[in-house]
T-cell receptor, first 115, second 116 residues
Framework: LAKTTQPISMDSYEGQEVNITCSHN???????ITWYQQFPSQGPRFIIQ???TKVTNEVASLFIPADRKSSTLSLPRVSLSDTAVYYC????????????????FGKGTKLSVKP | DAGVIQSPRHEVTEMGQEVTLRCKPI?????LFWYRQTMMRGLELLIY????????DSGMPEDRFSAKMPNASFSTLKIQPSEPRDSAVYFC??????????????FGQGTRLTVV
């Protein structure tokens, strides 16, 4: 399973765009990149997922360069409610049998949004 | 669907007692995961099932921990005997295998276990 490296913490102010970068140098061909968000006292929540280039949904954008050795989660115009821990996961998809479906979380990035 | 449902939400027990945590996954999901979260160790994957069959239990810390999934709609995580170092939040998550996509797992609200 590809190991990920992301900053331990980040600070931002309301209304700013926040970019959190994750490094995954030994990502494999079949690996997807997935980001989760976790609020205190809650379970992680899926935010966005991608394989290459750019993916955008109503919550965030995910930028993946051609070599796929890193990815950047972009949160536009953050608010206080975006204060949470953000996890980057890189792993084998579940396409190839039950033995390859594990989800391993790292330490995540603790984002603090200030007024 | 109500999402992944875990019970109880909070459990306080004495050292040496048996503890059983319960999880009802989202209907139609064929993967189920059990995690443990502490400040020191973060989110640890304990075990996961595919179609009710345990696939990887390498994260289970000791023989005191056991997990079962008797059917597609129910799973338990049991600790016997419990110890203070087992105090943590335990999460259950489920997912559906979608060809051509990566993993999107849905988590329950967790069970906060305190062993005194």
């Amino acid at each position: 399973l590809a190991k990920t490296t992301q900053p331990i913490s980040m600070d931002s102010y309301e209304g700013q765009e926040v970019n959190i970068t994750c490094s995954h140098n030994n990502i494999a061909t079949n690996d997807y990149i997935t980001w989760y968000q976790q609020f205190p006292s809650q379970g992680p929540r899926f935010i966005i997922q991608g394989y290459k280039t750019k993916v955008t949904n109503e919550v965030a954008s995910l930028f993946i360069p051609a070599d796929r050795k890193s990815s950047t989660l972009s949160l536009p115009r953050v608010s206080l409610s975006d204060t949470a821990v953000y996890y980057c996961l890189v792993g084998i998809t579940m396409n190839y049998g039950g033995s390859q479906g594990n989800l391993i979380f790292g330490k995540g990035t603790k984002l603090s949004v200030k007024p | 669907d109500a999402g992944v449902i875990q019970s109880p939400r909070h459990e306080v027990t004495e050292m040496g007692q048996e503890v059983t945590l319960r999880c009802k996954p989202i209907s139609g999901h064929d993967y189920l995961f059990w995690y443990r979260q502490t400040m020191m160790r973060g989110l640890e994957l304990l075990i996961y099932f595919n179609n009710n069959v345990p696939i990887d239990d390498s994260g289970m810390p000791e023989d005191r921990f056991s997990a079962k999934m008797p059917n597609a709609s129910f799973s338990t995580l049991k600790i016997q005997p419990s110890e203070p170092r087992d105090s943590a939040v335990y999460f259950c998550a489920s997912s559906f295998r979608d060809r051509g996509r990566g993993t999107e797992a849905f988590f329950g609200q967790g069970t906060r276990l305190t062993v005194v």
